[in-house]
């Protein structure tokens, strides 16, 4: 009695350990997931605990996750905050630098359960999809995005920035940067033309989504490098952003003989930096990236950039519809 098999697949946004649920009807039958997971929803027959197999698990048999309608509401019985929501994001971290468009209401928290995914695969006459790094202390993706597009720059390229600061001689307009006035930078950030945007030495630096398209209306992969509160801007059907986490690899203890070039506290630096970002943005990653030393980080995302124009990968379902 097959029945047929279930095409709803969910990534999981939130961290789900059976063990530590005293509401399951019973953990051993409880399948455990983290943060981006993708599961196959094989039954939603009960309101309350759903059926679910992990995508990529050699484990054939399905496991009971909490519902979403159920993760969404309170429950006493969970340790903690005693709820089963899961505030991950409040209104403040929802804020980027740059002020972004589509922030929620204000005191709107949002709840993080689930998002029903599909698998999309980038057709020849499609515009390429985006290309998001994020990138916690110590990964220097700017270098690794040069490097890069450097290698290839028939296929990749930056989205050119726009800077308040005086051209140089060997600059031209529209190339290095968009050179334009403080009032003209200042009206742009005003009115949410950027994703990002920042001052060094007294001059303002942003990147527009504009710059974004126009790389992409010529048919070419655009990396871009942002603060990971940029993701909220720009994770749309529009752009249909891959987002790659790049982490240093960071050394264990300073026992190790690389550690005796970095002080501890700098090591520490980065793995809270690191963590954080896992922790506030890590169900939004698609890939993580850990970075040995410059040359093979820069061998590993070029691998990734030519799959991602071969392969499906998974993708929210409301991109596509
Ligand atoms: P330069 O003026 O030498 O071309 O750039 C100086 C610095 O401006 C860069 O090292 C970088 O820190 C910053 N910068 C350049 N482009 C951008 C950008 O698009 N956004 C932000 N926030 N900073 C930028």
């Known amino acids: 009695d ?18 530590d649920d005293k509401a399951t009807p019973c953990q051993e039958a409880g399948l455990p997931f983290k943060p981006g997971d993708i599961l196959q929803v094989v039954s939603q027959d009960d309101g309350t ?7 990529g698990d050699s484990n054939l ?3 009971l996750i909490p519902s979403k309608q159920f993760q969404e509401r309170p429950n006493p019985s969970l340790p903690k905050t005693g709820l089963r929501r899961s505030f991950r994001l409040s209104r403040k971290d929802r804020q980027g630098s740059s002020g972004e468009a589509n922030a929620s209401e204000p005191g709107e928290p949002e709840f993080l359960t689930y998002e029903e995914v599909t698998r999309y695969q980038q057709r020849p ?22 490097k890069v597009i450097a ?7 930056v989205a050119v920035p726009h800077t308040t600061r005086p051209k140089k001689s060997h600059e031209k307009e529209g190339v290095e940067y968009h050179f334009v006035t403080k009032q003209a930078f200042d009206a742009d950030a005003q009115n949410n033309k950027f994703i990002e945007y920042g001052e060094y030495k007294e001059n303002q ?4 989504i ?19 509160e940029a993701l909220h801007t720009l994770r749309t059907g529009e752009f249909k952003p891959y987002v790659v986490f790049v982490k240093p690899r960071i050394p264990e203890s300073r026992r190790r003989r690389s550690a005796a070039t970095s002080p501890e506290e700098e090591l520490q630096e980065m793995r809270q930096s690191a963590q954080q970002i896992e922790q ?3 169900h939004l990653v698609d890939r993580v990236l850990i970075k040995e030393d410059s040359a093979s980080a820069c061998a590993e995302l070029r691998g990734i950039l030519e799959r991602l124009e071969r392969e499906a990968f998974w993708v929210p379902i409301s991109w596509i519809r």
């Open 125 to 146: 006459n499609e515009r390429p999809r985006l290309v998001v790094l994020i990138g916690s202390l110590g990964a220097r993706i700017n270098e690794l995005k040069q």
């Open 2 to 19: 097959k029945l047929k098999e279930s095409k709803v697949y969910m990534r999981a946004l939130f961290d789900y350990n059976p063990l």
């Open 210 to 228: 504009e710059a974004i398209r126009s790389v992409q209306a010529k048919n070419k992969m655009c990396l871009v490098d942002v603060q990971p």
């Open 61 to 63: 048999r399905a496991g």
């Open 280 to 282: 506030q943005y890590g």
């Open 49 to 55: 605990w759903w059926q679910a197999k992990k995508v």
């Open 151 to 157: 290698e290839n720059p028939h296929r990749y390229a």
């Open 205 to 208: 630096y942003g990147t527009s």
